[in-house]
């Protein structure tokens, strides 16, 4: 018998309800009563893994210390958990069929029909316990991507249902993600598309142990007694996740709704111990009751869609409630900042971040954007390319190298003070070919961000191709756009900050992937101090 439980959570009626913030407050719960638990999470997209999907159509890329490009839902899990995911943590339809093929392909089926079942399904369970046969966790919360009925997720559902059935009903549960939509002509909550779900659920083989229903509006007493009744649960098992002002307010609306009380009552585990939310409670007084606020502007090319900048939206929730205040962030497209417009989009900001992407549309604006903040003594954040177009707008302004560029948008540059790596340039292929994960970065004594760390070696996360071009180091630093932070192994600058302007710093790596409620990142916190006190003076 299994000593891991594994918990599923399914989504039914529509996308988008929220189940990854539901799997990261139930083991939230679950963790703050002592127990090892860690997420994962199934999609069921054939793409290998979401690193080659534009931001518009997956929102952002989250990327672990051990270089997994993954689905953005890893971000909640870790800042809620603070603990670090892996590749184990997130699996593709892309990733099982391509596993599975290469075993055919070696001929470890032994001549056998490859099928979707047995041989995907036994893929799937034997990547769900991959973190369960560690040792180290005593509950796997596995979210399964897209909603119940869709036909990419059906070998998944299969793959639970056969969990389930081996593994007994005290060390497996499905917990079903639901709407409870309020219809207004009528003036009333309706369950029908919960039953309906809830019934194509059961169609495949498995009945939902707890159901959580999404919902605008409060559950009567009588609404989950039919919602028990009609789809197989306790009545306590109805569980109501009304709409809230944050989602970290979701994990305290969990505990009094009980959901990590059934959950362990179905598991067979101890209901002993009260879970320790002091911390996180804190955390969200400090949030929710602001001493002040200040307006910071987000440069990107992808701002229509806010998950595509998730990590450091949430980043900015946990440096603000450090600092007592709340971050407004004014998106901004970087395609719409021009001579023209800038002063007009810019001029009321307490600071600005220019934003990690890829490709040349959009850079003469965050360009721009650079300058703005340089000669306006505006603090200033610069992560990835942010970090690279800040170098380029010093090297074309100061330096007077007015064709300076990146390689990435003009091959033909005289000046590439920002170049592909060298063992980079005869790759094609764009899968997993960046600069990924946690790499060590040495910190300049006496730097900016020698002073926020407190370190003298920090160790970040990457995703990028393009590198500072150590050949303009010199020129570079006798000007004043010093490199305060070096990669040990290669040489390669990580960091650059001028030290005669208020705050002004750009890395090559992305803080926000580990900032997390139990730790802020120590950038961000000091990033918005610097724009707080920026904002007061002028006030």
Same mark, same amino acid.
């Given at each position: 018998m299994s000593t891991t439980k594994y918990i599923f959570v399914t989504g039914g009626v529509s996308s988008s309800l929220g189940k990854g913030i539901i799997a990261a407050s139930l083991a939230k719960l679950l963790q703050a009563r002592g127990y090892r638990v860690t997420i994962q999470k199934l999609d069921p997209y054939i793409n290998v893994d979401p690193g080659t999907l534009n931001p518009y159509e997956h929102g952002e890329c989250y990327v672990t210390d051990d270089g997994a490009e993954t689905d953005l839902d890893l971000g909640h899990y870790e800042r809620f958990?603070?603990?670090?995911?892996?590749?184990?943590?997130?699996?593709?339809? #892309?990733?099982?069929?391509?596993s599975v093929?290469?075993?055919?392909?070696r001929g470890e089926f032994l001549g056998k029909t490859v099928q979707v079942i047995p041989h995907i399904t036994n893929e799937i369970k034997e990547r769900v316990q991959l973190l369960g046969n560690t040792g180290d966790y005593d509950i796997i919360i596995t979210e399964i991507g897209g909603t119940v009925g869709d036909i990419e997720s059906l070998p998944?559902?299969?793959?639970?249902?056969q969990m389930k059935w081996e593994m007994g009903d005290d060390n497996a549960l499905v917990i079903h993600l639901t709407l409870v939509p309020y219809l207004s002509a009528a003036g009333?909550?309706?369950?029908?598309?919960?039953?309906?779900?809830?019934?194509?659920?059961?169609?495949? #083989?498995?009945?939902?142990?707890?159901?959580?229903?999404?919902?605008e509006h409060e559950l009567s007493k009588d609404l989950r007694r039919k919602l028990a009744l009609f789809c197989n649960v306790k009545e306590e098992a109805v569980i109501q996740s009304i709409d809230a002002s944050t989602i970290y307010d979701v994990?305290?609306?969990?505990?009094?709704?009980?959901?990590?009380?059934?959950t362990l009552q179905k598991l067979n585990l101890k209901d002993s111990k009260k879970p320790d939310l002091k911390q996180w409670n804190k955390f969200l007084q400090r949030h929710k009751n602001p001493k002040g606020d200040v307006h910071i502007g987000l440069i990107g090319k992808y701002v229509e869609l806010q998950d595509s900048y998730k990590s450091i939206l949430e980043a900015f929730i946990h440096a603000g409630a450090e600092n007592e205040v709340k971050v407004k962030v004014e998106f901004i497209h970087s395609e719409h900042i021009n001579a023209k417009t800038i002063g007009k989009k810019l001029s009321k900001l307490d600071g600005i971040l220019v934003a990690p992407g890829f490709g040349e549309r959009g850079i003469e604006g965050k360009v721009a954007a650079v300058k703005y903040a340089r000669e306006n003594n505006l603090p200033f954040l610069g992560i990835c390319l942010g970090m690279q177009m800040a170098v380029i707008e010093f090297a074309r302004n100061v330096l007077k190298l007015k064709d300076a560029n990146s390689t990435e948008m003009d091959s033909q540059t005289k000046n590439p003070v920002i170049s592909i790596?060298?063992?980079q340039k005869n790759i094609t292929n764009m899968g997993g070919t960046m600069r990924l994960g946690s790499w060590k970065c040495d910190l300049k004594k006496g730097s900016i961000v020698s002073k926020i760390y407190k370190s003298k070696t920090i160790e970040e996360r990457?995703?990028?191709?393009?590198?500072?071009?150590?050949?303009?180091?010199?020129?570079?630093?006798?000007? #004043?756009?010093?490199?305060? #932070?070096i990669n040990p192994d290669t040489e390669l600058v990580e960091i650059v900050e001028i030290p005669n302007h208020p705050w002004f710093v750009g890395v090559q790596y992305h803080p926000e992937y580990k900032s997390t409620v139990a730790n802020p990142h120590p950038l961000f916190v000091a990033f918005v101090k610097a724009v707080h006190e920026h904002s007061s003076k002028k006030k």
């Open positions: 958990l603070n603990v670090n995911t892996s590749q184990a943590n997130n699996v593709t339809t #892309g990733r099982i069929y391509q093929i290469e075993k055919e392909r998944y559902i299969e793959a639970v249902r009333e909550l309706k369950t029908k598309p919960t039953q309906h779900s809830v019934k194509t659920l059961m169609e495949s #083989g498995i009945r939902a142990d707890i159901l959580v229903c999404r919902t994990p305290n609306m969990m505990l009094e709704e009980g959901l990590d009380t059934v790596m060298e063992d990457h995703r990028h191709r393009y590198e500072y071009n150590n050949k303009y180091r010199e020129q570079f630093e006798e000007a #004043g756009l010093i490199a305060t #932070g």
